[in-house]
């Protein structure tokens, strides 16, 4: 028998992180397509860093994701719908982005969900600003969760549970409610792949598309029958089986890499 007593120390969790916990149980998309994808970022990432050396100013890379993802969905709206009941879909007009913004309380990070309402009818710069205002605001009460949704991710013992499952339920007869809350598609960074390593990251989201945004490393490319080094971005693409095809799935993630690869909308930051 091992006597050995091994140092250890248990930690209560914090309110945040046990809401976390629960909400993630209702994100899980039970028949979900994933796509794993090396996005060439060079032409967004070179702009950026060159606006940044002429202005002084930072301009948001998840913006320009955002307003990349904004475009493909308005040109292929089927791919952020979601099923109401077993016998209809709901089809969005507007493209709603989900995205966690992260804010500096007390000098920690403090991170808050936020939706960009109507980002299809945005400009870059639009977005940009949106992005940045939320993250030099003050953490809001409750970190921008409905009072009600946040007191029942908090309940004790095995409630919980019974509140998600009629969270479930009630998210299939009337999605409208989640998707005010959480947007009709996401935008999830993960952090993981950093320091110039590649990698993707797997994360379920309640919305029927998701983007998780993985590492950037540089990669040898072939680019106009050269090899050139070049800036990839690994891009996890999610999307909910119930609603969208194979066929559907792969136009817009063609329209979404040509976007984001041509650098679409960084040149208008010049012009305003």
């Not at 149980?25 to 970022?41: C, K, N, P, Q, R």
């Not at 029942?152 to 009629?166: D, V």
């Amino acid at each position: 028998m091992n006597t050995h007593t091994i140092p250890y120390q248990i930690v209560d969790l914090t309110p945040g992180r046990r809401i976390w916990l629960n909400t993630l149980e209702l994100s899980w998309t039970a028949h979900a397509i994933y796509g794993l994808l090396e996005v060439d970022v060079t032409i967004a990432r070179k702009y950026i860093g060159e606006h940044k050396a002429r202005t002084g100013e930072s301009l948001s890379f998840t913006a320009f994701l955002a307003f990349c993802l904004a475009r493909a969905v308005e040109e292929h709206k089927e791919v952020q719908a979601c099923l109401k009941g077993r016998r209809q879909i709901v089809m969005f007009d507007d493209v709603n982005i989900g995205l966690m913004v992260e804010h500096k309380a007390g000098g920690k990070g403090a991170l808050m969900g936020h939706v960009i309402q109507g980002a299809n009818h945005k400009t870059y710069r639009e977005i940009h600003k949106e992005i940045r205002t939320v993250q030099s605001a003050p953490v809001p009460s409750g970190r921008g969760m409905p009072s009600w949704f946040r007191s029942a991710m908090q309940l004790p013992g095995l409630l919980p549970r019974l509140t998600m499952a009629l969270f479930r339920m009630k998210r299939r007869r009337d999605p409208l409610s989640f998707v005010s809350m959480g947007g009709t598609v996401a935008i999830t960074s993960v952090g993981m792949f950093g320091g110039g390593h590649s990698g993707w990251g797997v994360t379920p989201t309640p919305q029927s598309l998701g983007l998780v945004v993985g590492g950037i490393a540089w990669k040898p490319a072939v680019v106009e029958g050269r090899i050139e080094p070049r800036e990839m971005l690994n891009l996890t693409v999610m999307f909910d089986h119930d609603v969208v095809d194979g066929a559907p799935a792969t136009r817009f993630t063609r329209r979404l890499v040509e976007l984001i690869e041509s650098g679409y909308g960084l040149e208008e930051m010049d012009e305003q």
